[in-house]
């Protein structure tokens, strides 16, 4: 069974532009969630997914979004690019919330 | 702000000895979880509880509801055990549950 896959592994935009990431569940997973983990903060909660349904978001701002499509994979964008959205974003994928979290190897964004 | 505090921030132990690695909330939860984090990013999800204890292989979490603290063992230590232990929380509120807040992590080096 594969695992979640994101895309793409490595990014380097600069301050401005917008990005938008990719996250591939693993089969018959249907909740989504997604992260941001910089050496300052850690890891931080941005959103979570199921059914195509945000269920649940975290302190960020507007310019971060994020969808999930009817086939559960998920994209989450950045508006408006900032130095500090520099960072590891990482997704992961559940049967449901609540479950236990499958994570992707993430997709290391660099912003200059 | 619910926290999520972990003791300690590093570890440094001798192969074979017992590792202890605590996390303790504020608040009433759902879900606790404990994830490896090797170098490099990937991270793996070890465990998720709720209540009492679960074992997998020399590893061994434990979870007290009453005293919101938790602890993750590992027996027999292992230099392929060095990596960043991760506790987080999914917290409840008002009638769900929020995404998953993290600890910043112990760093564990088992020399051989």
């Known amino acids: 069974k594969a695992g979640v896959t994101q895309t793409p592994r490595y990014l380097i935009k600069t301050r401005g532009q917008q990005v938008t990431l990719s996250c591939s569940p693993i089969?018959?997973?249907?909740?989504v969630s997604w992260y941001q983990q910089t050496p300052g903060q850690g890891l931080q909660f941005l959103f979570e997914?199921?059914?195509?349904?945000?269920?649940n978001k975290g302190n960020f701002p507007g310019r971060f979004s994020g969808r999930q499509f009817s086939n559960s994979r998920s994209e989450m964008n950045v508006s408006t690019l900032e130095l500090g959205d520099s960072a590891l974003y990482l997704c992961?994928?559940?049967?449901?919330?609540?479950?236990?979290?499958?994570f992707g190897a993430g997709t290391r964004l660099s912003v200059l | 702000k619910n926290e999520v505090e972990q003791s300690p921030q590093n570890l440094t132990a001798q192969e074979g000895e017992f590792i202890t690695i605590n996390c303790s909330y504020s608040?009433?939860?759902?879900?606790l979880h404990w994830l490896q984090q090797h170098p490099g990013g990937g991270i793996v999800s070890l465990f998720m509880?709720?209540?009492g204890k679960k074992k997998h292989g020399r590893l061994i979490a434990t979870i007290n509801i009453q005293e919101k603290h938790s602890s993750l063992h590992i027996t027999a230590s292992h230099p392929r055990d060095s990596a960043v232990y991760i506790c987080?929380?999914?917290?409840?509120?008002?009638?769900?549950?929020?995404?998953?807040?993290f600890g910043k992590g112990t760093h564990l080096i088992i020399q051989p």
């Open positions: 992961a994928s559940s049967l449901a919330a609540g479950y236990i979290q499958y």
């Open positions: 089969s018959g997973h249907r909740s």
């Open positions: 997914y199921f059914s195509e349904t945000q269920r």
């Open positions: 608040v009433g939860i759902s879900a």
């Open positions: 509880l709720s209540s």
């Open positions: 987080a929380v999914r917290y409840l509120s008002g009638g769900g549950a929020d995404g998953l807040t």
